[in-house]
């Protein structure tokens, strides 16, 4: 390229030969480092985020989180059934405890023989089981142990329960004392000649002769089922006792018992004397079987065995 340069002041002419190549290339530079130019500056100003997408170990390790998570929450839930189970059996446990010991006490049993208060007894040679020396024991073995001492604490009631009432039917049939304090038999149970009439007759029960007024005393536990005045008896009292077992108590000067009444082995229930049929001071003793008399001296004579 060939360009002509004049000049106003003095008239003259030059001349300036350019490259035609040289000068596109300079403009190509030029568009170019602008265009480069603009993108830095445009980046630099405006700058993009973007969330990266996580890699596969991320991934992993996220989900192997969320099972970890899953799975506390599932052992925390079985922890807290298991914690409630066991308070359970432990609250059984301690009723059990009690009720043997009140029982024991209301049996008058040796201590010794069922004391609910002392841990039971265990032990033997010890034969070591491969493997690790110790390991904490499960949840289910706790059960299990706590489980077997309820069957255990179980049967020991149950025991003591028959004992209980095998011995309420030997004092009912014993009939553990005498009807009076002082005194002498006078007539014994079954046939005789009656004192008033002269004929033979069937005594139903057993006649002790004492002072007036002295104590009547009730043979056994029971309640009163009778405090009367009744043709023949006069003042009688009647107690029914356990397993079908009744006693009688006739011609009394006084009754000291009501209809309902609780009574005790021993406990003053009349005064002796000579109401109704009667020839002089004295008690009529029976003892009914399911309602039939029985002959009293088979239980007076265990009660004497028994001082």
Do not use: C
Not at 31 to 49: Q, Y
Not at 176 to 182: A, D, K, L, M, W
Not at 232 to 244: K, T
Not at 275 to 287: A, D, K, N, Y
């Amino acid at each position: 390229m060939h360009i002509i340069l004049l000049s106003r002041g003095h008239g003259a002419a030059r001349s300036l030969n350019l490259d035609l190549r040289l000068i596109v290339a300079v403009a190509v530079l030029l568009l170019v480092g602008t265009l480069v130019g603009g993108v830095a500056l445009g980046s630099w100003l405006t700058p993009t985020v973007r969330s990266p997408e996580p890699d596969g170990a991320a991934r992993v390790l996220s989900e192997k989180l969320a099972q970890l998570t899953a799975s506390r929450q599932d052992a925390q839930r079985q922890l807290d059934a298991f914690s409630a189970h066991v308070a359970d059996l432990q609250v059984r446990l301690t009723r059990l405890d009690v009720l043997g010991a009140r029982l024991t006490e209301l049996a008058d049993v040796d201590a010794s023989e069922f004391d609910f208060s002392l841990a039971a007894g265990r032990g033997g040679p010890e034969e070591p089981l491969e493997g690790d020396e110790y390991r904490v024991p499960s949840f289910a073995e706790t059960l299990d142990e706590l489980t077997l001492q309820l069957d255990s604490r179980e049967q020991q009631l149950a025991v003591l329960e028959q004992v209980l009432a095998h011995r309420r039917v030997l004092e009912a049939e014993s009939l553990s004392r005498s009807p009076v304090q002082n005194g002498f038999i006078s007539s014994p149970f079954g046939p005789r000649t009656d004192p008033i009439s002269g004929r033979v007759s069937m005594h139903k029960g057993m006649d002790f002769a004492g002072e007036p007024g002295s104590d009547v005393l009730a043979v056994a536990a029971g309640v009163v089922s009778r405090s009367e005045r009744a043709p023949g008896y006069g003042n009688v009292v009647e107690i029914r006792h356990a397993e079908g077992y009744a006693t009688v108590y006739g011609h009394n000067q006084s009754n000291l018992v009501q209809v309902g009444d609780l009574v005790q082995p021993g406990q003053v229930i009349a005064k002796l004397g000579s109401t109704g049929r009667s020839t002089g001071p004295h008690l009529h003793f029976e003892v009914r079987k399911d309602g039939r008399p029985v002959n009293p001296a088979a239980f007076l004579a265990r009660a004497e065995s028994e001082k």
